[in-house]
């Protein structure tokens, strides 16, 4: 695999992972890499080194560095993710073995693993040409996807979210004078339709992005918007289907987060059916995220710089 790197190299001593616990039921763990930040041929090659065969064939069919590296990171952050998660016996990257469901979704596959006797782990990807993610729940499915804010379409935002989005959401969008406001709102109400699908393990062609309606609601007066601006720190973020406006979903949660200032990230999982207070709806979902350079250093993100909610939780 012949990826040119640059000057700065990672002294890596040591193959070993560091344990995490494993998320509770309420919680989600949100794992990131910069594919900039990771430029020392040798770390490259161990990453190589932990995907199956079949992985490694992918990886080196790629055409162009840029895409070998990218395809490289995120099998490896997803096999590294995985393995912390280390409950009864040591699960190393390499031993991991997934499956696809009926749509294509990937999934673990832990049938052999025997004494794994905790309820499932359950992950999604997601990636740009500058951040590859990982979302991580127990027994809960989730979809979780990320966008680049300096993204840009080919056509007109207006033209492009008529032929994707709700009649409800291509309104909300055209009453936007701003363009630039108008390109934001529309890649975060992108980016919760994309986790939304995914969480549903169901595919685009199954789940139509026309069919749903994203909406935040304010905390305070319970009124709905689509536009993640009006106290959207306090909003929470729902789904409606077109088939019966007034009947809301109750069975999932979102997160919309802004990271380091360059990124959208839009997290979707099921709610625990347990998970409720009497009297006040569904517990908020509690959400860690990391940045990790697997088999080199990870770091807990917080802070306003670093981490913003946009909506959600």
């Given at each position: ?73 995120a099998r490896a952050l997803v096999r590294t993710t995985i393995a912390r998660y280390q409950i009864n016996s040591q699960v190393s990257p390499t031993s991991l073995k997934f499956r696809k469901n009926v749509y294509g979704k990937p999934e673990l596959d832990w049938q052999d693993h025997y004494d794994w006797n905790t309820p499932p782990l359950h992950f999604n990807i ?188």
């Open positions: 695999m012949k990826i040119h790197c640059f000057q700065r190299n990672f002294s890596v001593s040591s193959s070993s992972l560091v344990p995490v616990q494993l998320p509770s039921q309420m919680e989600t763990h949100f794992w990131y890499i910069l594919p900039d930040e990771v430029k020392s041929a040798t770390l490259l090659n161990q990453y190589l080194e932990i995907l199956s065969p079949c992985e490694k064939e992918n990886v080196l069919r790629m055409h162009g560095d840029h895409l070998k590296k990218s395809a490289l990171l997601s990636h740009t040409s500058s951040l590859i993610a990982c979302g991580v729940t127990l027994d809960s499915p989730i979809g979780i996807d990320v966008e680049e804010k300096q993204r840009t379409t080919k056509n007109n935002i207006l033209s492009f979210a008529r032929r994707y989005f709700s009649p409800g959401e291509v309104e909300s969008l055209t009453i936007i004078s701003d363009p630039e406001i108008q390109r934001q709102e529309f890649l975060k109400l992108w980016t919760l339709k994309e986790a939304y699908v995914k969480a549903l393990g169901r595919g685009f062609s199954a789940a139509p992005f026309k069919n749903f309606t994203i909406r935040f609601r304010d905390a305070t007066n319970e009124d709905l918007h689509i536009s993640g601006n009006s106290n959207s720190k306090a909003s929470e973020i729902i789904v409606e289907f077109s088939d019966d406006q007034k009947n809301l979903t109750s069975n999932w949660q979102f997160a919309l987060l802004e990271l380091s200032g360059s990124h959208y990230a839009s997290i979707c999982k099921k709610k625990d059916d347990n998970n409720t207070v009497q009297g006040k709806g569904c517990v908020p979902m509690k959400l860690t995220v990391r940045k990790t350079i697997p088999f080199v250093e990870d770091k807990r993100i917080s802070g306003k710089d670093a981490l913003i909610l946009v909506g959600g939780l």
